[in-house]
C-alpha cells in the first residue's frame, strides 16, 4: 500500500504481456503504482489475472531500465541525446545502404512488437523506407505455419480460425500448454475456467504431448506422442475421419475444393502404419477419431508445439482440415473467425496487413523462401557471417532478444558481434543488444496508449477495448512508434527524397499518431460508425466511454464471405501443402519406427511466471525454486546415470550447455524438456536480477538446420541431443565448458 499521502487514482486497462488481454485495475498514488488486480467489470476476463501481471510496475521503475539512449564505446556505455542518437543511427544506416545495398541492412522485430499498437502500426512505414529483403522477425520462430496454412486455404495470413473453447463439447489440444502460456492464436483468459466448463457441460478435453504438462493434468485424457511425429498423427486420423461414412462437411462443401485430393493423400496413413513412430496406440487413435466425429460439437487446436516442428506448416493445414471435414468449422463449438472492431483482415487497404506471398525472393546463402515479406530467422547468422555480395553488414532490432530466442544462439551472437553497425530499439542491455553501437530505449507499458491489434483478432470473443496511458511519459522520452517515424524522416531526408512531399507526411503522421490511425479503423470496421451496438457505432471517442472494454459477441458463422481467396472459396489441399507430402512419407517410412541411435529428443517448456527472455530482471517472478532446469524420465536418468539435482552436459550438433537434473516421469521416455529465454550470464548484461537466475539458452542447442523445410520456420520440437551426467564428464577428464561463460 501507499506510503505517500496524495489521494490515490483508479484506472482500467489492458495487460499486454501476454496474448489473454487481462483487464487491469491499477491504483496509483502520487505517481506510483500501489496496487494491480484483476479487473471483475472487463467483459472478457472477468477478473482473471496471472502472476506477471505485476510485473507492468516493477518494468517501469527498473533501476535496470535504459531512461535515455546510449552509446557502444571503449570505455563503456554512454548516454547521449535522442537528437544525437537518431542522427547518428540514421547516418549510419544510409552510409552502409549507400556503399553496399540496401540489402546489406538486416532488420529483426521481436514479440512484444505485436502488443503494442504504435509499433504495429508505424513499423511498416519505417520498413518501407529501408527496402530490405532481410527483414526478420519473431513470427518464424513461432506461428508462421499458422500463416501459410491460413494464406493457402482461406486466402489471408490472418485468417486464423479460433478454436471456441466457450461452447466446444471436445476440445483436442496438441503441442499447446495455455494453463503455463494462457492460450496462444486464441486468446482466452482464465483457460482454466474455460476447460473445466467444457467438462461441466459433459464435453471432454484431450491432451496430446510428450509432456504431461498442467494442462494435461486438468485434461480428461493425456496422450503422449514422440515429438515431430505430430502430421503422421493427424494424417492418420485424417484417415479414419475420412474412411466409412467420410467427410460431413455440410454447408462448407458448397464452397470448399480439394476433398478428393485429401483423400487419394491420407489413404495409406493408417494409424497401425504411423504408430511406431508416434507411439500413439491405433487403438487410441481409432477412439479418438470416433470421439471426434461423434461429438456434437469438437475443435482440434494445435499450437507452438506443433507450429515449431519439423512439419509446422503440415500440422497446421491438417488441423484446420480435420475441424473442416467434421464440419466443425465455422461453427459455434468448432472454430472460427473473429469479427474484430479493428479489422486487419478486410478493413480499408491502407491500415490492413497485406494478405501474404510466399517465395517472392530467397536467401542469399541457403535460398529459404520469403514469406508474407520476411526471410527466416534461422538464417540470419549466416547471412552476417558468409562473406560475399549482399551480406548483411548493419542490424536493426526491435523489442527482440534473438541471441537467446532463435535457433544456434551462440551463431547469432558471433555474427552480431561482427556488424559493422548495429541499433537495438530495446529498454534493456540484454544477450543481443550489448552488440548494439546505439540502443534507444523506448516509453514503458505504462506511459502508452494500449489496443489489442492483433489479439482482438485472435479472441476466443469479440471484443474491443482502449487503455488511455496511466503515467504522462517522461519529458523527452519516446514511443517505439515515435522511434520508427524519426529514423524514417532522417533517412529520407539525408537520401534527399521528396523534401516537401516527405515534410507533410510526417508532421501529418506525427500528429495522427496511433490512436488516430486507431480512430480511422473503428470507424471503418464492422462495429463502426453506422452500426450498433452504438447508435452512432464504435469510434475511439465512444470506446473511450467504455473503460472495462466492450463485448461484442460470441463468434459467429462468417463464411463465404469472410474468406479472402479470390473465388471465396476454401483450398482444403493447397498445392504446397500437396508437394510436401512426399517428405513426410520419406522421414517416416512405412514399416520402420523410432531411431535415434542413442540421442535424446530435446523440447522446451513455459512457466507461467516467465516470459520468453524478458522478464528475468523482475524479483518477484524469480522467486522460488530454479526453473531452468532438464526434465529426465526415471528410465532415462537410470540409463544415463543422471541424478535429481546432479548436472547435466547437453550437447547438439551446435553447441553444449549443462543444467541442473530433474528427474520425472511428467516427460515420456526419450524425450528431454528445458524452458527457453534463459542464459543471462553473458558477459555485458545487465540484468542484475536476471543474472542471479541467469540458467542456460536452449537455443545454443536448437540447430538453425533444422527447420520446417515448407516455411523455414525453426523446430524445436524434437532437437537430437545426447546427455551426459556431469560428473561423469568431469571423471573423464575432458574439459567442461559452461555454456554461461
Ligand atoms: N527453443 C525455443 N525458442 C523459442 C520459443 C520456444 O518455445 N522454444 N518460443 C519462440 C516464441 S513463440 C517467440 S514469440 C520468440 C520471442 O522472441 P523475441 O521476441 O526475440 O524475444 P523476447 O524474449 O520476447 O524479447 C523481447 C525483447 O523486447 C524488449 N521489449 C519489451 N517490451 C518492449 C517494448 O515495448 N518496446 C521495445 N522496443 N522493446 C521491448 C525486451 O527487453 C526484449 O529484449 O521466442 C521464440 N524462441
Ligand atoms: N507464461 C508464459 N506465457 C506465455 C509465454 C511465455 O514465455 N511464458 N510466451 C507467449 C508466447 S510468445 C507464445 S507464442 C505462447 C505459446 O503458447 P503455447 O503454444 O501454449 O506454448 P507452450 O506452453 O510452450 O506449449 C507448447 C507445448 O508443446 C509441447 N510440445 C513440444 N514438442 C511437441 C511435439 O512435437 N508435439 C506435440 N504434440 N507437442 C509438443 C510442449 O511439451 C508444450 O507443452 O505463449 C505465450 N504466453
Ligand atoms: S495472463 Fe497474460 S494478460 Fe493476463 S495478467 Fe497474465 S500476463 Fe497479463
Ligand atoms: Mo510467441
Redesign the pocket.
Known sequence: MSQSSAPSELHFRTC?LCEAMCGLRIETSGGRVTSIRGDEADPFSKGHICPKAVALQD?HEDPDRLRQPVRRTATGWQPISWEEALDETARRLNAIQREHGKDSLGV??????V??HG?MLFLPLLLRTLRTKNKF???S???LPHHIAAYSMFGHQFLIPIPDIDHTRYMLILGANPLASNG?LMSAPGVRGRLKAIQERGGKVVVVDPRKTETARVADEHVFIRPGTDALWLFSLLHLLLEGAGAKMGRLAEFSDGLATLRELARDFTPERAEPHTGVPAATTRRIARELSASESAVCYGR??V??HAFGAMCQWLINVINLVTGNFDRPGGALFTKPAFDLVHGPKAISMSRGSFGRWKSRVRGLPETSGELP?AVLGEEILTEGPGRIRAMI??????V????NGQQLDKAFASLDFMV?????I????RHAHII??????LE?SHYDLAFHVLAVRNTAKYSPPLFEPRPGSKH?WE?FLELKHRLETLRGEPRVRGELTYRALKKLGPDGILDLGLRAGPYGMRLRPFRKGLNLASLKQKPHGVDLGPLQPSLPGRLATRDRRIQLAPELMVADVQRLRQTFPEGTGASEQGSMLLI???HLRD????LHNVPRLVSGKPRCTLMVHPEDARRLGLQEGGEALITSRVGEVRAPVTVTDEVMPGVVS????YGHGREGVRLRVAGEHAGV???D??DDRFLDALSGN?A?SG?QVHVKPLESVRTEGQPVQSATA
Open positions: 499486454n518494468l529483426y522485430v521481436g514479440n512484444p512488437t502488443h503494442d509499433a522477425s519473431a513470427t520462430v513461432d506461428q496462444s507452438v508445439g507450429s515449431t530467422v532490432t526491435s523489442a527482440g532478444n534473438p537467446v530466442s532463435t535457433p537495438c530499439i530495446d529498454p534493456y540484454n544477450e543481443t543488444t534507444l530505449p523506448p516509453s514503458t507499458q502508452r517505439d522511434i522446451g517448456r513455459r516470459n520468453n527472455s524478458w528445458l524452458p527457453h529465454g539458452s536452449i537455443n542447442l536448437t525453426a524445436f532437437v
